[in-house]
């Protein structure tokens, strides 16, 4: 066998680690919310560096700004920073992408006419970066012919990207679209942008969370899953570019964006959900804690506590993850194993038993991660041997990790590695 400790999850592990964001705050009565976004942005590691126009340093001081993003604030074209030659061209060059947010009618105007009078309009003009746009504005603003000629025009060229708003009470006290896109999606936009779209055009199905085997109205068999590992893989894959499904057992998470998600209760609802899709899947991630065994008869009414114990036969369940290996045709597989002991050998011994492309372990309590936790650790083992221990990292950083050695084989997979 060959072993590989990895010291950190691999290079998309966090699409915003280390990366470096330029954010553009203009003036609209949302700049405030810019504030929030740069605080989501520093937590999961990117490296923000804010630029306002004046009309937004009448709103919020730059002082807010920059105690949050840790850098100076960037507010006028003819002022030169240490380090930086040239302000209006460096900033842009060195991004790896632009936010702008709030995106006012004024600034969307004036890139979509090739403007560059101000800094921000400059640096977006003196760069390549990718462009994410976040308009907020007046409700009659964001219906106006011209504007949405300008968004048009620009989200007619690849580079620019845009989060529509949404729509509520506005601070006119009007209702209607115009109010800034949630901080989250403007969150998820950005990881997308930032993340390989390795997976595009891929259709990946993912199995999540428990399964409730009941053996009368209010009771049933199951476990401790919370379905995050799930959730954070289905994400991860639809970030990269993939149409993902998600078939998921009672949980309490909210669905991830863009993902269609197919709730079931039981593992024999849960095994006719996969089988449905699983001809026209590329990628099958069987990641849900699926029941070994179900009650063998359901009560239709609670059973009530008497004296004395009771008896609850149960049956076995169907092995979703074993037939799947079984046929002869069948995607791209990754099963998941949770183990209380000897991860490594149980790990390599389902896998060849259940006949799937990867099997990834992982140690469940004892603060290494697993169920209802955020963090998880483990090894994935493939057909050739060779196994990968993971450090304990959070779950959305490990989803990634992992895509990012599915992904290749994916890739390069030849009709007679599914045999």
């Known amino acids: 066998m060959n072993d590989t400790q990895l010291s950190s999850p691999g290079a998309t592990a966090a699409p915003l ?3 470096r964001v330029l954010l553009g705050v203009c003036g609209g009565i949302a700049a405030y919310k810019s504030a929030e976004l740069t605080r989501a942005l520093v937590r999961e590691g990117a490296r923000v560096q804010v630029v306002m126009t004046e009309a937004a340093t009448r709103l919020v001081q730059p002082l807010t700004f920059e105690v949050l993003s840790t850098r100076p604030v960037a507010c006028d ?16 060059r060195q991004s790896d992408l632009i936010i702008i ?55 007619n060229l ?64 199951g476990n401790h899953s919370t379905g995050l590992m799930g959730y954070a893989l289905a994400a991860a894959a639809q970030l990269r570019g993939a149409r993902v499904v998600l078939i998921s057992g009672p949980t309490a998470l909210n669905p991830p964006r863009g993902v269609e998600v197919v ?33 063998t008869a359901r009560a239709t009414a609670k059973i009530h506590k008497t004296s004395g114990d009771k008896e609850i036969r149960l049956a076995l369940n169907p092995d979703i993850l074993a037939e799947v290996g079984s046929l002869e045709t069948r995607p791209l597989t990754l099963g998941f194993a949770a183990e209380t002991e000897d991860v490594v050998a149980a790990a390599h011994r389902k896998r060849a038993a259940k006949n799937v492309d990867f099997l990834f372990g992982n140690l469940v309590g004892g603060g290494r991660g697993g169920f209802a936790c955020r963090k998880n650790s483990g090894v994935l083992v493939d057909r050739s041997g060779t196994q990968e221990s993971f450090p304990l990292v959070d779950k959305a950083e490990l989803a990634h990790a992992l895509l990012d050695r599915l992904a290749p084989r994916l890739a390069t997979r030849t009709p007679e590695e599914v045999t």
């Open 17 to 19: 680690e280390d990366r």
């Open 158 to 221: 690849a580079r620019y990207h845009v989060v529509p708003p949404e729509s509520g009470e506005l601070a006119c006290g009007v209702d209607g679209a115009g109010r800034l896109a949630p901080i989250d999606q403007i969150m998820d936009d950005a990881r997308r942008l930032l993340s390989p779209q390795d997976l595009a055009g891929r259709f990946v199905l993912v199995t999540a969370g428990p399964t409730y085997e009941p053996f009368d109205p209010v009771r049933f068999v």
């Open 101 to 155: 947010a709030p995106a006012t009618a004024n600034t969307i105007g004036r890139i979509a006419g090739g403007l560059a009078d101000n800094l921000l309009t400059s640096l977006v003009m003196a760069s390549r970066t990718p462009v994410l746009l976040a308009p907020a504005m007046n409700v009659e603003m964001w219906s106006n012919p011209l504007v949405q000629e300008n968004l048009a025009r620009l989200t």
């Open 263 to 295: 709730s079931v209760t039981t593992a024999i609802e849960m095994r006719a959900e996969v089988m449905t899709r699983l001809a026209e899947a590329d990628m099958l991630a069987m990641v849900a804690a699926v029941s070994d065994y179900r009650p």
């Open 77 to 92: 074209m003819w002022q030169t920073a240490p380090g930086t030659r040239i302000q209006h061209t460096d900033h842009g």
